[in-house]
């Protein structure tokens, strides 16, 4: 009997765990640290900030308001792809020929080394473990939590991306979020595109 009332109290204290992380998560507070009991307090800030950071409409160029999710789409996917949309410059020789190099022989050289698993141990400790992740829904404190698990497909990727090998489609699939600038944006130009990227 009282081997199954501790196993129960231990169950609950991971249960209670899992909660106060998927908030700590949800309320982005970097300062604190995750597994603070204090979940109202996660609760709050996660409301707060998904209050603060809702897109309710916005206004195209003649200065209409767009408040259907399809009507502010288009407002806001014409604005980037005409601010970085290419005009296909020519003439870029002329261009190469007066910049500065930056990269030494020995710096290049540097770069054309095999990366080694330690290397990529250590870039991937100096991550903050609960960035926002991306679609795969993995952020770094999994792949920290785990690297005995899956850390040798970790390095092995990351080398084959090193050396130019590994095909970036999937993983280049990013999140972009717009973040408000300023308090009740109305204008596509008071929002900052951030993109939120798979951990590897």
């Not at 609950?12 to 106060?20: D, F, P």
């Not at 190469?96 to 870039?123: C, G, H, Q, Y």
């Not at 698990?149 to 993983?171: H, I, P, Q, Y």
């Not at 717009?178 to 308090?183: A, S, T």
Request: net charge neutral; with cysteine; glycine share 4%.
């Amino acid at each position: 009997m009282l081997a199954h009332c501790r196993a129960l109290v231990k169950e609950i204290e991971k249960l209670r765990y899992q909660v106060e992380s998927y908030w700590y998560t949800r309320a982005s507070r970097l300062e604190l640290k995750d597994g603070d009991k204090n979940t109202f307090y996660f609760h709050h800030n996660a409301k707060q900030r998904r209050k603060r950071n809702k897109i309710v409409g916005i206004e195209d160029n003649e200065g209409c308001w767009c408040e259907k999710e399809e009507e502010a789409g288009r407002v806001i996917d014409s604005y980037f792809r005409e601010l970085f949309e290419s005009c296909n410059p020519n003439n870029m020789e002329a261009v190469a020929a007066v910049m500065r190099e930056v990269i030494t022989p020995e710096m290049n050289e540097l770069f054309d080394r095999d990366l080694s698993d330690a290397k990529v141990k250590e870039a991937l400790f100096q991550m903050h473990p609960q960035k926002a992740p991306s679609s795969d829904s993995m952020t770094t404190r999994f792949y920290q939590i785990y690297l005995d698990v899956v850390g040798r497909d970790v390095c092995s990727f990351v080398r084959d991306w090193w050396m130019g090998k590994a095909n970036l489609t999937e993983v280049n699939q990013n999140n972009v979020v717009l973040i408000p600038k300023c308090p009740e944006p109305k204008r596509i130009t008071e929002f900052r595109p951030t993109s939120l990227c798979n951990v590897l």
